[in-house]
T-cell receptor, first 115, second 111 residues
Framework: DTEVTQTPKHLVMGMTNKKSLKCEQH?????MYWYKQKAKKPPELMFV???????INESVPSRFSPECPNSSLLNLHLHALQPEDSALYLC??????????????FGDGTRLSIL | GENVEQHPSTLSVQEGDSAVIKCTYS??????FPWYKQELGKRPQLIID?????GEKKDQRIAVTLNKTAKHFSLHITETQPEDSAVYFC??????????FGPGTRLSVLP
């Protein structure tokens, strides 16, 4: 069972479209993450939310806009993306940042294709 | 920032043999080191992790060792099975921040 749920599983969009990726977890985790993974490459951290506040933005272009409406939900709003943004977008959650160093649980990802 | 290197990039072993994957990290502040297995088209799955206050951890056929002084950690899989075939990623983190992944090792277990 996947405890972190991502929707949609696949998304094809044009460069002028606006779309959103959604991530949900009900494990009581307080840290949530967005990663981008290209084929045959490791996941690259994009954003980290800790207790619903953005704590890390790894110099991601502004065409990616994260949002954390509550402790269970994480969104990634997409606008004016480029073909090189085509990738698997993974959401993850962990118990919380700090000294706990709890493991991350990943969702199945959204496979995004930009035409 | 943190940099994680991983070797080898590909590894082929005969079923039943052992496999060892090695990682090095650069940031001495890193204190949490998970290992993930990713099968084709699937999400990364945590298989084992180790914290900096521990030198070794074992879970059935899988073990991880950590040498803080040398800044390297290794994954050991014994009695490999075909279903162990996948890409394995090591990662390093400091207090849950900045998870940095190694480039990955493609493991093939030959029957």
């Amino acid at each position: 069972d996947t405890e972190v749920t991502q929707t949609p599983k696949h998304l094809v969009m044009g460069m002028t479209n606006k779309k959103s990726l959604k991530c949900e977890q009900h494990m009581g985790h307080r840290a949530m993450y967005w990663y981008k993974q290209k084929a045959k490459k490791p996941p690259e951290l994009m954003f980290v939310y800790s207790y619903e506040k953005l704590s890390i933005n790894e110099s991601v272009p502004s065409r990616f806009s994260p949002e954390c409406p509550n402790s269970s939900l994480l969104n990634l709003h997409l606008h004016a993306l480029q073909p090189e943004d085509s990738a698997l977008y993974l959401c993850a959650s962990s118990l919380g940042q700090g000294t706990a160093n709890q493991p991350q649980h990943f969702g199945d990802g959204t496979r995004l294709s930009i035409l | 920032g943190e940099n994680v290197e991983q070797h080898p990039s590909t590894l082929s072993v005969q079923e039943g043999d052992s496999a060892v994957i090695k990682c090095t990290y650069s940031d001495s502040a890193s204190n949490y080191f998970p290992w993930y297995k990713q099968e084709l088209g699937k999400r990364p799955q945590l298989i084992i992790d180790i914290r900096s206050n521990v030198g070794e951890k074992k879970d059935q056929r899988i073990a991880v060792t950590l040498n803080k002084t040398a800044k390297h950690f290794s994954l050991h899989i014994t009695e490999t099975q075909p279903e162990d075939s996948a890409v394995y990623f090591c990662a390093a983190s400091s207090y849950g921040q900045n998870f940095v992944f190694g480039p990955g090792t493609r493991l093939s277990v030959l029957p």
